[in-house]
């Protein structure tokens, strides 16, 4: 897997958030939403999130690319995951 474009800390780590939920919405009946709620919220703040708004076909697109990934975690895959981006 190819990480040299994923933000990475002072030492070089990977910096990756915990998923603690996700919701999704239907904009306008012509494109999707998709809220990531990510880290541990601290006491009194609304938990941190990403929220991304894309077409049906981006959805799909992500959606097979988390099959995948899950695949590939569980053994069930064809072949290795790789990171890839749309």
Excluded: C, H, Y
């Excluded at 190819?2 to 998923?19: H, I, T, Y």
């Excluded at 006491?43 to 941190?48: D, R, T």
Aim: aromatic share 6%.
């Amino acid at each position: 897997m190819d990480f040299e474009s994923w933000d990475k800390d002072e030492a070089g780590r990977l910096k990756v958030w915990p998923l603690q939920a996700f919701t999704t919405a239907v904009f306008d009946g012509a494109t999707g939403g998709v809220r990531l709620e990510v880290g541990v919220p601290k006491p009194g703040k609304p938990s941190p999130a990403v929220q991304v708004a894309m077409p049906p076909d981006l959805l799909r697109a992500l959606a097979a690319a988390l099959l995948e990934v899950a695949d590939a975690i569980e053994g069930t895959a064809a072949g290795p995951a790789e990171a890839k981006s749309n």
